[in-house]
Nanobody, 122 residues
Framework: QVQLVESGGGLVQAGGSLRLSCAASGNIASINIMTWYRQAPGKQRELVAAITSGGSTSYADSVKGRFTISRDNGKNTVYLQMNSLKPEDTAVYYC????????????????WGQGTQVTVSS
């Protein structure tokens, strides 16, 4: 039906940068909100940043001024540019997309990516 594939994670030193991508494919009519979450070991999953189809954005306080979320609606892709990374940013990063699709009826469904590991060394 629908797949979300993330890429761009890796190991980086504190102060460095990474750019995550998440591409959605499949039975998609349109995508509403696209969101990045992260989950560190032993912690709950938390929202990092979100972007609407119109480009409005919101961020967790912990990443404001350092992370930038953007999207390419033509490619059904969301990006997360992460600058000035800190060791506390280490986590598995997940993208979520609210997708409007036809599946025996028209509906809005959430889909998640498989996650990509980001490790920031001190």
């Amino acid at each position: 039906q629908v797949q979300l594939v993330e890429s761009g994670g890796g190991l980086v030193q504190a102060g460095g940068s990474l750019r995550l991508s998440c591409a959605a494919s499949g039975n998609i009519a349109s995508i509403n909100i696209m969101t990045w979450y992260r989950q560190a070991p032993g912690k709950q999953r938390e929202l990092v940043a979100a972007i609407t189809s119109g480009g409005s954005t919101s961020y967790a306080d912990s990443v404001k001024g350092r992370f930038t979320i953007s999207r390419d609606n033509g490619k059904n892709t969301v990006y997360l540019q992460m600058n000035s990374l800190k060791p506390e940013d280490t986590a598995v990063y997940y993208c979520k997309a609210d997708i409007f699709m036809y599946d025996s009826t028209w509906r809005l469904r959430d889909f998640w990516g498989q996650g990509t590991q980001v490790t920031v060394s001190s």
